[in-house]
């Protein structure tokens, strides 16, 4: 059953497992949380168990139905997600759009979708849409959606991915029953990573893993380069002082080059404050044995309590980022400010 292959989410896989198993799928769905732990696969497995004729309200995974869906060439199967993100996934070009690629899902893609799904299905008993990145969805376009959510057409189900569910309209979100996913387990990446990319071995899959949040796709777009930019961030972090405006302001400055840029260098202090609270209790850390020296040093510098409130610190920058669309390098500024003025 292709739900068996979203691994480490009992609560999600549970919950779709058991909504197919009563054969009363609820016509909209909201699964939540962050990037690159399997919310699309569950996605995609949910539509192929609706489209799969040879296991119907289960999906086998390996019928021509559920390799189209998979593909995402099922003609009862669509697919909606931002301009910028069809071109990263090499589905279109930028030549294709006489403008920028938009980084938002806008009123006309939703109205498109309303028109397909307004038609009978071609081949399937239901018709499923997949809204990517839901999130990116503009006000027009989520006032629009809004219309389906109400009045859904018969045996039409639509299923909404997204990392920052905040953003959508507290009336969409109330509109979708809900699956909540989480970080996947370190070791689960550490595995996946070693399996799926060539010449790495356990020891730096098992760095990348701790680097990656919980996020499989984060994971496997980092490579060896990354360690070292990783020890290069930690150590100018580390020659922070304070009263050091200027060099807090630099930091910030290069940590909030754009928001994928922060975000991977707030998992990397995360992870290295990590560190630092298992040198002050006397323990060793695996992450990278060529820090181990100046993590004890850290800790001589910080009490267990301000350790916390800089961790503390940090995730209130990373929500005000990921999830809040809150300008990198400003929050970054705030973040160095709190931790070194007082």
Do not use: Y
């Amino acid at each position: 059953m292709p739900l068996d292959d979203v691994h480490h989410q009992p609560f999600a896989v549970g919950t779709l497992k058991g909504a197919l198993s009563s054969r009363h799928v609820p016509h909209a769905w909201l699964f939540f949380g962050p990037d690159g732990v399997g919310k699309e696969l569950a996605a995609v497995s949910l539509a192929q168990a609706l489209t799969c004729p040879v296991q119907p309200f289960a999906g086998c995974g390996k019928c021509p139905s559920c390799q189209r869906v998979a593909r995402g060439s099922h003609p009862d199967v669509s697919w909606v997600m931002p301009e910028d993100e069809l071109v990263r996934r090499g589905l279109r070009g930028r030549s294709d759009f006489s403008a920028a690629p938009s980084r938002d899902i806008r009123i006309e893609q939703v109205r498109r979708l309303q028109e397909r799904l307004s038609l009978r299905a071609l081949e399937a008993t239901h018709k499923v849409a997949l809204i990517v990145a839901a999130h990116a969805m503009n006000p027009p376009a989520q006032n629009a959606l809004l219309k389906t959510l109400e009045e859904p057409p018969k045996d039409t189900v639509l299923i909404l991915v997204s990392s920052a569910p905040d953003k959508l309209l507290p009336t969409i979100r109330s509109r979708c029953s809900k699956a909540g996913f989480g970080p996947l387990p370190a070791a689960f990446i550490a595995e996946r990573v070693v399996a799926l990319k060539k010449g790495v071995d356990k020891a730096a899959a098992e760095q990348v893993a701790a680097l990656a949040g919980g996020s499989l796709s984060r994971a496997l777009e980092l490579d060896a380069d990354l360690l070292l930019e990783r020890r290069a961030l930690i150590a100018r972090f580390e020659a922070l002082e304070r009263g050091d405006a200027r060099g807090w302001l630099l930091l910030a400055e290069t940590m909030g080059e754009d928001r994928r840029t922060a975000e991977a260098a707030l998992g990397v202090l995360q992870a290295w404050f990590r560190d630092v609270a298992v040198a002050q209790v006397g323990g060793a850390s695996q992450l990278d044995v060529q820090l181990a020296e100046l993590a004890q040093r850290a800790s001589a510098k910080v009490t267990p309590a301000g350790l916390m409130r800089r961790l503390m610190l940090l995730d209130q920058a990373r929500n005000s980022i990921v999830q809040r669309n809150g300008a990198a390098r400003l929050q970054l500024e705030r973040m160095f400010v709190e931790m070194f003025s007082t």
